[in-house]
């Protein structure tokens, strides 16, 4: 719990972190649909596996430059001298595995016969209560097993249940706000 202007504010206590505060309270949950902002946040989701969401923000200008803007049609022309420029490149996180991912997964948006917005919500769950404690949050669920195997059939790469999961409750697919938090209901 935070104190603004004297008045007691209560965030998820991830939230609560400095660094995290911010995105807690201005994006986390938030819709967010289009398939530029979609692919940005899958490829996010992608490089995060295995480290701190913290250190994806800290570094997420350096993703949108290196990966001009998340632009898919750009990210699909890349090559080995791209590759090996992003594989010097300290803005980012520097695995090739995840950027040779990030570049193939550009490529197969591009091949989809639909929007990959609308594929991406087609797996969004109906709503559920509000969850009173992170013991109540899921790491997987049925639905973010479907889209990774949705998305991994289609061609897509370096995307799990657990990164399918991390991304529906980072663009508002799913609202894991704890009950209570004052980004569960933002004001429009």
């Given at each position: 719990?935070?104190?603004?202007?004297?008045?007691?504010?209560?965030?998820?206590?991830?939230?609560e972190a400095p660094a995290m505060t911010q995105y807690h309270d201005t994006e986390?949950?938030?819709?967010?649909?289009?398939?530029?902002?979609?692919?940005?946040?899958?490829?996010?989701?992608?490089?995060?596996?295995g480290l701190s969401w913290a250190i994806i923000l800290r570094k997420r200008d350096?993703?949108?430059?290196?990966?001009?803007?998340?632009?898919?049609?750009?990210?699909?022309?890349?090559?080995?001298?791209?590759?090996?420029?992003?594989?010097?490149d300290a803005g980012i996180v520097r695995n090739r595995l995840k950027i040779e991912?990030?570049?193939?997964?550009?490529?197969?948006?591009?091949?989809?016969?639909?929007?990959?917005?609308?594929?991406?919500?087609?797996?969004?769950?109906?709503?559920?209560?509000?969850?009173?404690?992170?013991?109540?949050?899921?790491?997987?669920?049925?639905?973010?097993?479907?889209?990774?195997?949705?998305?991994?059939?289609?061609?897509?790469?370096?995307?799990?249940?657990?990164?399918?999961?991390?991304?529906?409750?980072?663009?508002?697919?799913?609202?894991?706000?704890?009950?209570?938090?004052?980004?569960?209901?933002?004001?429009?």
């Amino acid at each position: 719990m935070s104190a603004t202007s004297g008045a007691a504010v209560v965030r998820c206590p991830w939230g609560e972190a400095p660094a995290m505060t911010q995105y807690h309270d201005t994006e986390w949950g938030r819709e967010l649909r289009g398939d530029r902002e979609l692919f940005e946040r899958l490829s996010l989701e992608a490089f995060q596996s295995g480290l701190s969401w913290a250190i994806i923000l800290r570094k997420r200008d350096g993703f949108r430059e290196a990966f001009a803007g998340f632009e898919p049609a750009v990210v699909a022309g890349f090559g080995d001298d791209d590759v090996a420029r992003l594989l010097g490149d300290a803005g980012i996180v520097r695995n090739r595995l995840k950027i040779e991912a990030t570049i193939a997964n550009a490529r197969t948006l591009l091949e989809l016969e639909e929007s990959f917005s609308d594929l991406l919500w087609s797996f969004a769950p109906p709503e559920r209560p509000a969850p009173a404690s992170y013991a109540d949050v899921p790491a997987i669920t049925p639905e973010s097993v479907a889209m990774a195997k949705g998305l991994k059939k289609r061609g897509f790469r370096f995307f799990g249940p657990t990164t399918a999961y991390a991304l529906m409750q980072a663009t508002g697919m799913v609202n894991d706000h704890l009950a209570g938090c004052i980004a569960r209901h933002p004001a429009p």
